[in-house]
């Protein structure tokens, strides 16, 4: 210690006459005593004043420059010399010799300057905004044959990569076309597990993800499927996961996904089809989600639909049912939910049994899968009386759907269960559905669902307690009274908040109700003429209108 204390006295006097032999014997000194003992080493130069010294020494023309950013490289390894190295400025000089030619320079000032930044996004900001990314791009097309320099670049687009401002400046180089290039000259696992912990992040963006699709990074990607799929290793398992997941990524966004799906006729879109039937279960649940993601638009999920993509998916979810693997299930699901979605696919893809499988998973105890299979339901019976008939005097489906709507932690299966409720009444204005419904116990939840924050929600709730008033009132008649809905509406129409088609169809139920006495007697003691009358003013006709024909109603019958 005592050689460095002298190396840092002599570092100190060289560095201000600039006699580079000394210099650089002082540098091998720091260089050896960081090996030996890195903390101890770091903390007397800390204490000494040398990082001050450096920023002149970072001078590009320097024969000492490689070694000096090995020292800085070597001392930020440790969490508290961070900041003195920033204080010192040595970010400036560091960053400028990032156009040096020198390979060894530009080896020893990436690791410096990744170490210094190392875990501070606000450190790795400042970097972006000081134009490092393009830099970077640069050197790794001019240096890929330089293994260490491409390790250095991959590392440091890993970190800058987290950082969402850094995406833009990304999206702005020819990273794509880099990464991708050097995807395929890579044979080692460990490299290619480095280029896809950039790739991931990077393919967050929409933009970033069309140019990696463009540079051909799918192609990459299916071949390693091809490769790993049958391993056993470890490796490539891990690869085969890293691919597929990867592929089902690119296909987020919308540019890129049409561009694979190439009119239902892409190489791609075909291969991710073979994934349904593999034994594999990682290949089985890419599959169904890369056709989620490419049943994001009506004109795909047509030509889904029309070419049978339904059956390898019921078929999988057949195989699910028993083996149980809730991933698989919830991505099938989220398939068939997607493909439901445009009207004319509703009709075809009940009569190829959808609702009878789904129907398979009803007693699944996975909140994702539920709330799945309940969007898949609700999709199906939309505009489809005859299913919603169907579906809605099963009492085993009404049952389980009130027990849902309970479920307190999970709002969004609570949330789906209402629905759904609420649309088998809407979609097939029957009786006997109104009935199952009653005897399940669901109009309680209808009631409380009319008070939910979201505004689609409580009309859906409305409309189907107007049509249970409308269809059954005596056997409702119950339930209206002890869940107070009467009340409920009093609310919801004195409400400045409430918007129009929550005022309209809160007062034809009103007139719906007054048909049974006790609801009746609980109009007149809430006054609620009152509050209609002043209605009749509200800006929207059709509210208007409909608050003359109810105060009429409620002046015929007080």
């Avoid at 040398?50 to 000096?68: E, I, M």
């Avoid at 970010?91 to 930044?117: D, F, K, M, W, Y």
């Avoid at 501070?120 to 400042?126: F, M, V």
């Avoid at 129009?500 to 007054?514: D, F, H, Q, R, T």
Wanted: overall charge negative; charged content about 20%; some cysteine.
């Amino acid at each position: 210690m005592d050689n460095l204390s002298d190396a840092l006295e002599k570092l100190k006097l060289a560095s201000t006459d600039s006699a580079t032999d000394s210099v650089e014997s002082c540098l091998d000194c720091l260089l050896k005593a960081l090996s030996n003992n890195n903390t101890e080493a770091s903390v007397k130069i800390q204490e000494m004043g040398v990082l001050p010294l450096l920023p002149p020494l970072l001078s590009p023309q320097s024969s000492c420059t490689p070694k000096v950013a090995n020292i800085i490289a070597e001392v930020a390894k440790n969490e508290f010399m961070r900041s003195p190295c920033v204080e010192a400025g040595l970010i400036p000089p560091l960053t400028q010799l990032l156009n040096s030619p020198n390979q060894e320079v530009l080896l020893q000032t990436g690791r410096a300057l990744g170490n210094i930044c190392y875990d501070s996004h606000s450190l790795q900001a400042q970097l972006i905004n000081m134009g490092v990314i393009p830099t970077l791009v640069q050197l790794l097309g001019i240096h890929s044959h330089n293994a260490a320099l491409t390790e250095m670049c991959l590392i440091a687009f890993g970190n800058l990569a987290e950082l969402e401002s850094s995406k833009e400046q990304f999206a702005s180089t020819n990273i794509a076309e880099e990464l991708v290039r050097l995807f395929q000259k890579q044979a080692e696992h460990e490299k290619k597990e480095m280029i896809f912990e950039v790739l991931a992040p990077l393919a967050e963006n929409d933009v970033i993800k069309l140019q990696l699709v463009e540079a051909g990074l799918v192609e990459c990607l299916l071949e390693v499927v091809a490769q790993t799929v049958d391993g056993e290793r470890e490796e490539d398992i891990a690869q085969l996961k890293t691919a597929s997941d990867l592929i089902v990524l690119l296909l987020l966004g919308d540019e890129s996904m049409q561009k694979l799906f190439e009119g239902g006729k892409g190489s791609v879109f075909q291969r991710v089809l073979s994934w349904i039937p593999s034994h594999n279960h990682q290949l089985q649940l890419a599959g169904a989600l890369a056709i989620a993601n490419f049943a994001r638009n009506d004109g795909n999920c047509i030509h889904m639909v029309d070419t049978g993509i339904v059956q390898k998916l019921l078929e999988l979810l057949d195989r699910h049912v028993e083996e149980g693997n809730v991933t698989v299930q919830h991505a099938a699901l989220s398939a068939l939910r997607n493909l439901a979605i445009p009207v004319v696919n509703k009709s075809k893809m009940l009569s190829a049994g959808v609702a009878d499988v789904v129907l398979r998973f009803l007693q699944s105890e996975m909140p994702p899968v539920q709330f799945k299979l309940l969007g898949t339901l609700r999709m199906l019976i939309d505009t489809q009386a005859e299913a919603a008939d169907q579906l809605g005097t099963n009492g085993k489906l009404v049952e389980r759907l009130v027990e849902w709507c309970e479920a307190k932690d999970h709002a969004g299966v609570m949330g789906e269960s209402n629905r759904l409720l609420s649309a088998l009444i809407r979609h097939s204005k029957s009786k006997e559905v109104v009935r199952t419904v009653i005897q399940g116990g669901g109009v309680k939840h209808l009631v409380t669902m009319a008070t939910s924050e979201h505004m689609i929600m409580q009309n859906e709730a409305l409309v189907a307690l107007g049509l249970i008033a409308a269809l059954d009132l005596v056997a409702a008649e119950k339930d209206f009274v002890g869940d107070n809905l009467v009340s409920v509406l009093h609310k919801l129409l004195s409400d400045e908040r409430s918007a129009p088609e929550i005022k309209y169809n809160s007062m034809i139920l009103i007139c719906a109700v007054m048909g049974s006495e006790p609801l009746h007697k609980e109009v007149q003691s809430l006054a609620f003429i009152d509050v209609v009358s002043k209605l009749r003013a509200h800006e929207n006709k059709t509210v208007s209108h409909q608050a003359s024909l109810t105060e009429q109603r409620l002046t015929a019958q007080s």
